[in-house]
């Protein structure tokens, strides 16, 4: 397992981390599997969609906080439940097959690290399992 | 990895792909293990859920497009920004546990391809990887 | 695979088993990979979160209740369409890294069986997979 540092800038936030992750799997020599990105925080999440325009993930995190609003009735003191909940309906973590030492990812697709409650310092794990 | 050809034919559509799924894992011949599905689209996803009875995925599909409605203020000019989110949603993957060579699924649970943006010719990846 | 019983006690409820998971990954004996968990309902999920401030939880069901509200036009007769959808939206399963024979959870994180059409008997299937 590998454990990469990040950093974010903004509140919420998508950022590409696909390049990231393929650097870690190719390190890893596996030939084929799957390779699972996992995200150790309760206020990110990992997701995988479009970057070729940079609307997509713009209109994702709109909805989301639409749906999820960051000022709202919680009761959790510290005021970042909506990134919580966020959080819950991305998911910790994303599972992508491995072919020849790569990720075996759709033309559009790509894997995003997603801040719902940032500027912070984040930390992904990245393991690879053998299909043997 | 297995890749599995699907059509859909409505813009947004749950397809039980069960069976593709378990005819897949069934000629991996693995004993037991785990097999993930793998959507390699960024306005489709994956998802398991009920299809004894055919308003449970009619439902899940309308209370999606209410809280991401389809046409509604987003910046992505192809117009399918709400595809997007939901595939956000949803997930591009399902991880079931295999054991005899089945897909160990619970009564009421079925695999279905979640479109979002169709009719459109589709995809779907099949990995299967062995306990040991 | 092991398979553990839960029984919930309110319609909407997380409730924490990552203690339980930890004793199935220790019984499992395996030094490093991951740890599948997977719920067979389709009106439960699992989850990772924060456990830390009991509000948090409390939070993410309110939120998830407020855009998917129990009481709603449906057209599923058995009046639970509501837990349908939030059980796809959390999802069936979870993965997360093993290292020395334990699970490599963040500083907050959780693991949650998450019931939104309870209370009910209910059960969570645990597989592990060696990274060797």
């Known amino acids: 397992m590998k454990i990469m540092n990040l950093s974010t800038k903004s509140r919420s936030e998508m950022l590409d981390i696909t390049a990231l992750v393929q650097k870690s799997v190719a390190e890893n020599k596996i ?3 799957i390779c ?5 925080h309760t206020t990110a999440a990992v997701t995988i969609n479009e970057n070729a325009d940079p609307d997509v993930p713009f209109d994702i995190l709109a909805s989301l906080e639409k749906i999820i609003p960051f000022h709202a009735q919680y009761r959790h003191a510290e005021g970042n439940s909506a990134a919580h909940a966020k959080a819950a309906l991305l998911g910790a973590s994303q599972v992508i097959p491995v072919e020849n ?3 075996v990812l759709g033309t559009w697709q790509a894997v995003f690290f997603c801040e719902f409650d940032g500027p912070r310092s984040r930390k992904i794990f990245i393991s690879t399992i053998a299909e043997d």
Chains 1, 2, 3 share one sequence.
């Open 101 to 103: 030492g790569r990720l």
């Open 36 to 40: 699972v990105v996992f995200v150790p």
């Open 31 to 33: 030939n084929k599997g």
